[in-house]
């Protein structure tokens, strides 16, 4: 309600607006721009070159064993695979004026040392306190450096985290996403959503079996490993189709 | 079908480590930080989390949810 009352508000101000002409709402094209707006176009979408996104198809061989049809490896290819590049996301993580505050370059050893015993004792909790941590910075440190390079050596560390998502409660419809942290920022940092510390790095594919059956490299094989024909798509249950391919798999 | 999956997901991890990233991992990047200060980066692998049939795919283990 209040939003619809502020957007009220708005439409008031924009129509009451002495710059405002009704003329170029009457001649503009609603429904081609309603078409343009509706249309799935992911691909201009996902390829802007700001976004650094990239697009690529992986290529696997997949084994058939001495029975089927023509044995021997077959290649398969799953497209639009979209991922960025790593060193561009460091890139820009590190040239970031918003975080470069709180970026801890160099690691350190934290201890807590209460008033009334004598020894202080370590505390454990941040990846930049850790002896992971420090024992890289060290073995960094130790590199052979080249005569001319006296830069001061710095460890990112490269904090991955991947779970496969549903995306519907009905339905199958699923993302694997690759999401990628940076342990030289505090925990509770990072946790904060607000912050905008996590970055996506890529979104996996999966291997599906009707895409499988449908290739055409591998489709002689398949086809020839069932003692029936697969009916048309429509008409086959996902999950029969699963449990029959990891049988013969 | 477990294979594919596996060989698929080490496909784009290959993908992901590319000839760049391998140069930045042995050699690191040089970036001019906001302090002005010109640093070497090094990227370094510190963790990897995932649930148990996912880690099972990175780490070419056959856990029990594979090995139906």
Not at chain 1, 127 to 149: G, K, M, N, W
Request: glycine share 4%.
């Amino acid at each position: 309600m209040q939003k619809s009352q502020a957007s009220f508000k708005e439409l008031v101000n924009i129509v009451s607006d002495p710059d405002f002409r009704p003329s170029d709402i009457r001649e503009a094209k609603w429904g081609l721009i309603n078409e343009k707006l509706a249309g799935d176009k992911p691909d201009e979408e996902w390829c802007e070159q700001d976004a650094g996104w990239k697009r690529t198809s992986v290529t696997i061989p997949v084994p058939f064993h001495r029975k089927t049809a023509h044995p021997g490896t077959k290649e398969y290819t799953v497209a639009d695979f979209y991922y960025r590049s790593l060193v561009s996301v460091i890139r820009e993580h590190l040239t970031d004026p918003t975080r470069h505050r709180h970026f801890h370059y160099e690691p350190y050893e934290l201890y807590w040392q209460p008033q009334d015993t004598g020894s202080p004792t370590r505390v454990h909790g941040e990846v930049y306190t850790s002896p992971t941590f420090i024992q890289a910075h060290r073995e960094l440190q130790d590199l052979p450096r080249e005569a001319s390079d006296d830069l001061p050596r710095v460890v990112v560390a490269l904090m991955f985290s991947s779970d496969s998502t549903h995306l519907t409660s009905f339905g199958d419809t699923k993302l694997w996403p690759l999401y990628l942290y940076f342990g030289n920022e505090s925990k509770y940092r990072r946790c904060r959503p607000s912050c905008h510390l996590c970055s996506h790095i890529a979104y996996f594919k999966k291997v599906s079996p009707y895409s499988m059956m449908a290739s055409p490299s591998l489709k002689v094989n398949y086809f020839s490993s069932f003692s029936f024909q697969p009916p048309s798509r429509t008409l086959l249950p996902r999950t029969s189709v699963e449990k029959a391919l990891t049988k013969h798999s | 079908m477990t294979h594919c999956h596996r060989e698929l997901l080490h496909a784009q991890w290959k993908v992901l480590l590319d000839d760049e990233f391998i140069e930045a991992y042995k050699h690191g990047i040089v970036v001019t930080c906001c302090d002005g200060i010109t640093r070497r980066f090094y990227p370094r692998f510190f963790s990897y989390s995932a649930d148990y049939p996912e880690k099972c795919v990175i780490s070419i283990l056959v856990g029990n949810l594979y090995t139906k």
